[in-house]
């Protein structure tokens, strides 16, 4: 395209703006003279093709992703949409090419989907979403392929001018800022944006007055966008969620959560997830704060390359032991028990020995370890171990003690070398953690509220010989809605994961998948 060219009013599938009086018209109308928008803006503006009977825009926002109005698939205004394929034929031209929609992530709170296309776009450079909402009286600028005054299907992207008359929770009342600025029939889903360029909302009603097609009565041109300045972390984490699930899962050995890419506990931000990988290479996968359960993850960052010392580590767990982000223990396979007290997106720090290779205890003995907080009023660094004669010991404030100071909580028994898998997480709301265990028959207990005393009474949440059997590995985390560690992320043998979300004394509620089986 060759960039914006003036025009007041655009034509955008917009159906009559419900916040005014009187019932809008959903004819075209003529379009306005406006400011010429940014060639960038020009560029990551696409013509939508729904099924061949209407027309729409969308702003492109990542590089296999457009942001766009949800009522463009809708069969009547205000329908709900569901996720998944368009229910008709949808295509997208942008970047001098045309390419199918393949999927629809949509917003049940307002006029808003994101769309997947089927390859990412190249030569093009994604708008970003603002991150605050105009304030009354800022102007704006709208772009899409609408109709303008005198033409139906225009071939360029047209912009116009608007003022921000005032901002709801959802929504952007707008008026034309010079005259006959106007949002027409095809301009539904285009961007409005911000005077640096970023993406504020998106087209969604107009009253249509100087459009193409619209009774020349009409003469009102004000028009409602769905705003999308609250929505950048969403949008991020819809865009990243089909990279996560691509990854190869199959080949993940072990995993762990914590607050590693900044924020903490106590902010808004959900927990981060570190994946050791077969081959060495280590990755963090960084938590967001949308509260999506089906994307809980926005990014990733490489913490080791392949063929990395990596390779022999045998157990990774979370701890705090009072750092700016979370840390882990590691325990090799020479019996070296290593704590990093933190760990961010450039990698592993303040490595502290806290057992020498050989040691024949953690070498030989010691099956599996959780980091968390056992201790009341402390932090999360308290370290649980099962051994090899059943016995469950739990070291004390890591930071100060590193491994002197343990109490054994369950005597040698055996019933704990069966324990395969163990997590920790904030189940049942007791002062101190939970700890999940997966026993080998795939019967899964929650122990609440765990201390180095003597073990509590167990929660069964899964029976003996289900399909637990077949977790390859398991952490606990705040991974969506909230800060409590409530959330079970399991990477399943066949590759799969998923996440059950909420799990409490009741046990697990519903099962999200966030990546394939392969």
């Not at 655009?10 to 809008?24: D, E, M, N, R, Y």
């Not at 020498?356 to 009341?376: E, I, M, S, V, Y």
Request: a negative charge; one cysteine or more; aromatic letters at 6%.
């Amino acid at each position: 395209m060759s960039g914006f060219r003036p025009r007041a009013a655009w034509t955008g599938g917009l159906i009559a703006a419900t916040s005014l009086a009187v019932s809008l018209t959903a004819a075209p109308a003529p379009a306005v003279s406006g400011p010429v928008a940014p060639d960038t803006v020009s560029a990551a503006t696409a013509r939508l093709d729904v099924g061949g009977r209407r027309g729409c825009s969308a702003t492109l926002v990542a590089p296999q992703w457009l942001l766009t109005a949800a009522s463009c698939f809708t069969d009547a205004p205000g329908g709900t949409l569901a996720s998944g394929a368009p229910k008709l034929k949808t295509t997208a031209t942008l970047g001098g090419s045309t390419q199918q929609v393949v999927s629809l992530v949509p917003r049940t709170d307002r006029d808003v989907v994101m769309a997947q296309l089927a390859k990412p776009v190249t030569g093009v450079t994604p708008v970003r979403v603002a991150a605050a909402a105009p304030a009354t009286g800022d102007e704006v600028q709208a772009a899409g392929f609408g109709r303008t005054h005198d033409e139906w299907v225009p071939g360029q992207v047209h912009a116009a001018a608007f003022t921000v008359q005032s901002t709801a929770a959802t929504t952007l009342d707008l008026a034309g800022k010079s005259d006959g600025a106007a949002i027409c029939k095809g301009d539904t889903g285009g961007p409005v944006l911000s005077t640096t360029g970023t993406v504020v909302g998106v087209s969604s009603l107009s009253w249509q007055g100087g459009c193409l097609g619209t009774d020349a009565t009409e003469t009102r041109t004000g028009a409602v966008a769905a705003r999308v300045d609250d929505l950048s972390s969403w949008v991020q984490q819809v865009a990243y969620a089909p990279v996560f699930a691509a990854a190869p899962w199959k080949h993940a050995v072990q995993i762990t959560a914590g607050y590693y890419a900044g924020d903490s506990a106590g902010g808004t931000r959900h927990m981060d997830l570190i994946v050791v990988w077969d081959d060495g290479e280590v990755t963090l996968y960084q938590g967001g704060y949308g509260n999506d359960p089906a994307r809980p993850f926005a990014a990733e960052h490489q913490l080791q390359p392949e063929k990395s010392i990596w390779t022999h580590a045998v157990d990774v767990a979370s701890t705090n032991t009072g750092g700016h982000t979370d840390g882990v223990v590691v325990r090799w396979t020479d019996g070296e028990m290593t704590l990093y007290t933190s760990v961010d997106a450039k990698g592993f720090h303040g490595e502290k020995q806290l057992a020498p290779p050989n040691t024949a205890a953690w070498k030989d003995d010691a099956q599996q370890l959780t980091g968390g907080r056992f201790t009341a009023k402390g932090l999360r660094d308290d370290l649980l171990v099962t051994w090899k004669d059943g016995h469950v010991s739990v070291f004390s404030d890591l930071a100060a003690n590193g491994l002197k100071k343990q109490t054994q909580t369950v005597a040698k028994n055996t019933t704990w070398p069966y324990a395969e898998k163990l997590a920790t997480g904030s189940f049942t709301g007791k002062d101190t953690d939970d700890l999940l265990v997966r026993w080998i028959d795939g019967e899964t207990t929650v122990y609440p509220g765990m201390t180095g005393k003597a073990l509590p009474g167990e929660i069964k949440v899964r029976p003996a010989k289900s399909n637990w059997t077949n977790t390859a590995a398991l952490t606990a985390g705040a991974f969506t809605t909230g800060t409590t560690a409530d959330d079970i992320l399991v990477r399943w043998n066949d590759g799969h994961v998923s996440l059950f979300t909420g799990v409490d004394a009741k046990g697990l509620h519903d099962e999200i998948q966030l990546a394939p089986a392969g």
